[in-house]
């Protein structure tokens, strides 16, 4: 008798395996050769052996006891993981409720908290005013003076003798304003950015994850100040509308709350200065007839607005009775990509208008490239100091996102579509549409030179802003000339 270790038992000699014999069993095949009967035992020959007993004696076991695991398991979680997902985005029973977060005195805010003894002080944001210097922002202390943002800053220094001017930073500001907005995106991705300082959010899925809209807002607000120690103002209401009036409201740091419902209340004593759209001209309208708020507005005949302001009419008695149907429309969902400018105090120098149209160009051209689009048609709006708004288009030769374009485009637009002598400007807005995808720019000898040149400076200028800032590069107004 041969007591053999590699069988774990003793009995009759082990025989060697044969090359035949390996070759048509399919456990040799997978084996290696066995060790010479002289030397040890190999040391792979249990963990082989035991390999194998476990996976003949329970791949069967396995297989079954997977296969009901599997057929139990998944259609409990399908069910769960539906029915949760319908919970969390899903709520039937209370409206969508809209955020408008709004920065206090951005730019001024984050000079002083760079800078603390500035804190208390008058603080003007802006250019120079020996040149055309214009105020970009300034802080509540110099607020009290009459000072406000878009006005020419020489008059500021007029108005405040006393107040400290800063240049802009806009490097540090849109790098401040990129931390703020993915505070909100911590909350939902319905974000609709209206500039460096200001946005509205849709919360109404993410409630069932992060409680009430008000919830929502006042965590948002706390972690700005938290780690951006700055203020915001938020509104919290049901449509846009009535979001940004609610957070322009009790600032700095302000949060009010429209609840569904509650509208009218809301609205009727506010001053009828508060709609979009009233300006010195229609306010003066107002009151010539008496008519002093929102709510004595929204008592009045239709026929009487029609009458008296046109299509203007009707917007503002639609506003009046808080209806705004407008969605949060992110950059990804929307059909024209545009920004504007309302100015605190009527604009009337042509120039001056024409430096804010290329700021506008710029930041569209800019979003239409990270967003991989193009553009076909260029708009012009320009809504002038009686509320009449002009607008004005032009539909391209072929789509693009070049900046030199659609500046060159826009300018035309400004310059030879517009009446003149141009009335005071109110508000000045520049956008895009007629997407495309863009189309991918081959560098070859059929191509056209500029235009690949452009697109280069586009990419260097875009990515120099992603870094650095949008103060960090910028063309002057004359940068279409060859």
Not at 345 to 350: F, I, M
Not at 436 to 452: C, G, K, S, V, Y
Request: glycine share 8%.
């Amino acid at each position: 008798m041969v007591c053999d270790r590699r069988e774990g038992r003793c009995g009759s000699p082990v025989p060697q395996p044969s090359a035949v014999s390996k070759s048509h069993t399919p456990e040799a095949a997978m084996s290696p050769a066995w060790p010479d009967e002289s030397g040890p035992a190999h040391p792979r020959t249990h963990a082989l052996t035991h390999s194998r007993i476990h996976a003949l004696t329970h791949s069967r076991t396995h297989t079954l006891t997977h296969s009901r695991i599997h057929a139990f398991t998944h259609s409990r979680i399908h069910a769960l993981t539906h029915s949760r997902i319908h919970a969390l985005t899903h709520s039937p029973h209370a409206p969508a409720m809209i955020l408008h977060i709004d920065m206090d005195a951005f730019y001024a805010s984050v000079e002083e908290r760079e800078r603390p003894e500035l804190r208390g002080r008058p603080v003007v944001v802006g250019g120079s005013p020996e040149g055309r210097g214009v105020v970009a922002a300034a802080n509540y202390a110099a607020r009290r003076y009459g000072v406000h943002s878009a006005m020419p800053m020489a008059r500021a220094v007029r108005l405040c003798p006393d107040a400290i001017r800063v240049p802009p930073r806009l490097a540090l500001y849109a790098e401040v304003s990129g931390r703020i907005h993915a505070i909100f995106r911590r909350y939902t991705p319905q974000v609709e950015p209206l500039s460096l300082d200001e946005a509205f959010l849709d919360v109404g899925a993410s409630e069932r994850l992060f409680g009430t809209a008000s919830a929502i807002g006042r965590r948002i607000q706390a972690e700005i100040a938290a780690e951006e120690r700055l203020d915001a103002s938020v509104g919290v209401a049901p449509n846009k509308f009535l979001a940004k009036i609610a957070s322009d409201l009790r600032k700095p740091a302000g949060f009010v709350v429209v609840e569904p419902g509650t509208e009218q209340a809301f609205l009727d004593p506010l001053p009828v200065g508060r709609l979009w759209g009233v300006g010195k001209v229609t306010g003066r309208f107002f009151a010539a007839r008496g008519i002093q708020t929102i709510g004595e507005l929204r008592r009045l005949p239709p026929a009487m607005l029609q009458q008296a302001l046109g299509s203007g009419g009707e917007q503002l008695r639609q506003l009046a009775h808080g209806i705004d149907p407008r969605p949060v429309v992110t950059d990804q969902e929307a059909k024209s990509i545009s920004h504007e400018n309302t100015f605190a105090e009527d604009v009337a120098d042509p120039q001056l208008l024409e430096a804010w149209l290329l700021a506008l160009t710029e930041q569209v051209a800019e979003r239409l490239r990270r967003a991989g689009l193009e553009a076909r048609t260029v708009q012009l709006k320009v809504r002038l100091h009686d509320f009449t708004t002009l607008t004005r288009a032009r539909t391209l030769d072929r789509p693009t996102d070049l900046t030199r374009e659609l500046w060159r485009t826009s300018r035309e637009l400004f310059r030879t579509r517009l009446p003149r002598p141009l009335p005071p400007v109110r508000l000045l807005g520049m956008g895009v549409s007629g997407f495309e995808a863009e189309a991918p720019r081959q560098a070859d000898l059929f191509a056209e030179p500029d235009r690949r040149r452009q697109g280069r400076l586009d990419a260097v200028a875009d990515a120099v802003r992603t870094r650095f800032g949008h103060a960090a590069i910028h063309r002057g107004p004359g940068s279409t000339k060859r």
